[in-house]
């Protein structure tokens, strides 16, 4: 889906000007934060002169556009507080009150409104190592010189101070997830107005999409001013995955880990992780030293459904279903927040022919899981559009097909394989995608090349010989069957010997999605 979020604001005019009330009255009106949200807290803004004009609340209706409603899986809840702050120590206060991430407040005059980007509160990020909020306003506080605010946002430097938090409490997924929401805007921002550290970084932020080098270079100067800032190296990593320079970034995340703060902290082991998506290391090589970084994470951060699904796709990947399945068991249970780990609960669901699961999952994601092209978007905008990572090509795939979508899946798959001709999944589910329109010997056409990967697939043997029922070929079909017999052993599941034998008495097929 297409997100136009370069519009301006709709607003009157000539607006009357809102009355702030006292502190108790207005801290009162703040609706309380959601799960999974972070509060971004706008505050009325003090006119210096001019006519008065209700700048808090053009300021927040467009960031309460373009940072929670538009975007599907936005992290970020943003509330007015009709009340005007004028000094940073009150407005640590009130975020400290709240539970507010970041608060915007500022002034404005006849020519310009003047914006602060605050960090605000500690408490809604648990594994934040420091033991106050200097780092985050050292590295990422920010004004912003808006001369038109009813074309200009705050939306991109808010964001860019997220990721300074995420990172600090190493916070992985929502880390991604504000990169990717970053990707999705496209509205001016206004003058940046920093101390020179913040500037640089917000400028490497803001630019790792749309200009990589400019913003390798940013970070350089960044880094060159201070030395001791741990969240300048750790942004200086993200950009070196970004540009493909591996060795650099490893060399950040071993500086990470020498400073005290971080020795025993998830950050430094998720960059690491990161690395290994981005050299597909994950899914193909190293396994073990894969593990044992996650395994390190989820002691660190246990309530991570992200973590979880993470591990348990690099079971899934090596033929491990009964672990895979057990960590994605864990992730659903801790409530994710994109379609990832229900993405793989159904992948182990086809691997195993458990029908029954197939249609609950099916129609559990089609009912709560509006956007199933997060997940690419959120690890592309990480590692670049240069760098192919399966799961996000299963994720696109399978995404399409839950939605019926199946010559589009069928068109994906057969790009992405030009791209990848290794990547088994995409033969799986690009067989399954040609039996559901019944084009039997495109199907068996896929399942063969799967074959030809994983010669002892024995789902892929059940699939080839349904698909060879339906074109008459019995012969081919005992094949595989004969095959799949001499691949059952104590670990195969009830279920999948229910669906073997429903597939050889005609009762079942290769089309196995509803």
Same mark, same amino acid.
């Given at each position: 889906a297409v997100l136009l979020l370069n519009?301006? /604001?709709?607003?009157?005019?000539?607006p009357a000007a809102s009355a702030s009330v006292d502190l108790e009255t207005a801290l009162a009106s703040v609706p309380p934060v959601q799960d999974g949200k972070?509060?971004?807290?706008?505050?009325?803004?003090?006119?210096?002169?001019?006519?008065?004009?209700?700048?808090?609340?053009?300021?927040?209706?467009?960031?309460?556009?373009?940072?929670?409603?538009?975007?599907?899986?936005? &992290?970020?809840q943003v509330e007015r507080l009709p009340y005007i702050i004028t000094e940073g120590t009150e407005a640590h206060e009130i975020a400290d009150r709240l539970g507010a991430a970041i608060v915007v407040w500022g002034n404005y005059d006849v020519q310009d409104v003047i914006a602060s980007i605050y960090p605000g509160s500690i408490t809604p990020f648990q594994h934040y190592p420091f033991d106050d909020i200097d780092?985050?306003?050292?590295? &990422?506080?920010?004004?912003?010189?808006?001369?038109?605010?009813?074309?200009?946002?705050?939306?991109?430097?808010?964001?860019?101070?997220? /990721?300074a938090f995420h990172l600090a409490d190493g916070d992985g997924y929502n880390l991604v997830r504000a990169l990717a929401m970053l990707d999705l805007l496209d509205v001016a921002t206004g003058q940046l107005d920093a101390a020179d550290i913040p500037l640089q970084f917000q400028t490497a932020i803001l630019q790792l999409n749309s200009d990589s080098q400019a913003s390798w270079e940013a970070i350089n100067v960044a880094i060159e001013l201070d030395s001791t800032n741990p969240l300048l190296y750790a942004v200086r990593a993200l950009i070196a995955l970004h540009l493909g320079n591996f060795d650099a970034a490893t060399e950040d995340i071993n500086t990470l880990m020498r400073f005290p703060d971080l020795s025993e902290h998830p950050l430094p082991d998720y960059l690491t992780l990161f690395s290994y998506i981005a050299q597909d290391w994950f899914f193909h090589e190293n396994e073990a030293q894969t593990l044992a970084v996650l395994d390190r994470l989820i002691q660190l951060r246990s309530d991570d459904w992200y973590l979880y699904t993470l591990r348990g796709i690099v079971h899934y990947s090596h033929g491990q279903l009964d672990a895979a399945q057990q960590d994605i068991d864990m992730a659903i249970g801790l409530s994710p927040q994109d379609g990832l780990a229900h993405i793989y609960q159904i992948m182990i669901a086809l691997q195993t022919g458990r029908q029954s699961d197939i249609q609950e999952w099916t129609a559990f994601v089609l009912e709560h899981l509006t956007d199933t092209a997060a997940v690419e978007r959120t690890l592309t905008t990480l590692l670049g559009s240069h760098v192919g990572n399966t799961f996000s090509e299963v994720s696109e795939v399978l995404g399409q097909m839950l939605l019926g979508r199946y010559s589009q899946a069928i068109q994906t798959a057969e790009a992405d394989l030009t791209q990848d001709p290794d990547e088994l999944d995409l033969y799986f589910l690009l067989g399954i995608a040609q039996c559901q329109i019944q084009d039997y010997t495109a199907a068996e056409a896929a399942f063969t090349a799967g074959l030809e990967l994983s010669p002892n697939h024995i789902m892929l043997h059940t699939l080839r010989g349904a698909a060879r029922l339906q074109l008459d070929d019995s012969q081919g079909a005992d094949e595989d069957f004969v095959t799949v017999q001499s691949l059952v052993d104590d670990t195969v599941s009830e279920a999948f010997r229910e669906f073997l034998t429903a597939v050889q008495d005609g009762t079942a097929g290769c089309d196995l999605l509803p």
């Amino acid at each position: 889906a297409v997100l136009l979020l370069n519009r301006p /604001v709709d607003v009157p005019a000539t607006p009357a000007a809102s009355a702030s009330v006292d502190l108790e009255t207005a801290l009162a009106s703040v609706p309380p934060v959601q799960d999974g949200k972070f509060l971004v807290l706008v505050a009325d803004f003090e006119r210096l002169e001019g006519e008065t004009r209700d700048i808090g609340r053009f300021i927040a209706e467009d960031l309460h556009d373009r940072l929670q409603e538009l975007i599907p899986f936005s &992290s970020i809840q943003v509330e007015r507080l009709p009340y005007i702050i004028t000094e940073g120590t009150e407005a640590h206060e009130i975020a400290d009150r709240l539970g507010a991430a970041i608060v915007v407040w500022g002034n404005y005059d006849v020519q310009d409104v003047i914006a602060s980007i605050y960090p605000g509160s500690i408490t809604p990020f648990q594994h934040y190592p420091f033991d106050d909020i200097d780092l985050i306003e050292q590295t &990422s506080e920010v004004r912003i010189i808006l001369d038109n605010f009813h074309l200009q946002s705050l939306a991109q430097p808010i964001l860019a101070q997220m /990721v300074a938090f995420h990172l600090a409490d190493g916070d992985g997924y929502n880390l991604v997830r504000a990169l990717a929401m970053l990707d999705l805007l496209d509205v001016a921002t206004g003058q940046l107005d920093a101390a020179d550290i913040p500037l640089q970084f917000q400028t490497a932020i803001l630019q790792l999409n749309s200009d990589s080098q400019a913003s390798w270079e940013a970070i350089n100067v960044a880094i060159e001013l201070d030395s001791t800032n741990p969240l300048l190296y750790a942004v200086r990593a993200l950009i070196a995955l970004h540009l493909g320079n591996f060795d650099a970034a490893t060399e950040d995340i071993n500086t990470l880990m020498r400073f005290p703060d971080l020795s025993e902290h998830p950050l430094p082991d998720y960059l690491t992780l990161f690395s290994y998506i981005a050299q597909d290391w994950f899914f193909h090589e190293n396994e073990a030293q894969t593990l044992a970084v996650l395994d390190r994470l989820i002691q660190l951060r246990s309530d991570d459904w992200y973590l979880y699904t993470l591990r348990g796709i690099v079971h899934y990947s090596h033929g491990q279903l009964d672990a895979a399945q057990q960590d994605i068991d864990m992730a659903i249970g801790l409530s994710p927040q994109d379609g990832l780990a229900h993405i793989y609960q159904i992948m182990i669901a086809l691997q195993t022919g458990r029908q029954s699961d197939i249609q609950e999952w099916t129609a559990f994601v089609l009912e709560h899981l509006t956007d199933t092209a997060a997940v690419e978007r959120t690890l592309t905008t990480l590692l670049g559009s240069h760098v192919g990572n399966t799961f996000s090509e299963v994720s696109e795939v399978l995404g399409q097909m839950l939605l019926g979508r199946y010559s589009q899946a069928i068109q994906t798959a057969e790009a992405d394989l030009t791209q990848d001709p290794d990547e088994l999944d995409l033969y799986f589910l690009l067989g399954i995608a040609q039996c559901q329109i019944q084009d039997y010997t495109a199907a068996e056409a896929a399942f063969t090349a799967g074959l030809e990967l994983s010669p002892n697939h024995i789902m892929l043997h059940t699939l080839r010989g349904a698909a060879r029922l339906q074109l008459d070929d019995s012969q081919g079909a005992d094949e595989d069957f004969v095959t799949v017999q001499s691949l059952v052993d104590d670990t195969v599941s009830e279920a999948f010997r229910e669906f073997l034998t429903a597939v050889q008495d005609g009762t079942a097929g290769c089309d196995l999605l509803p």
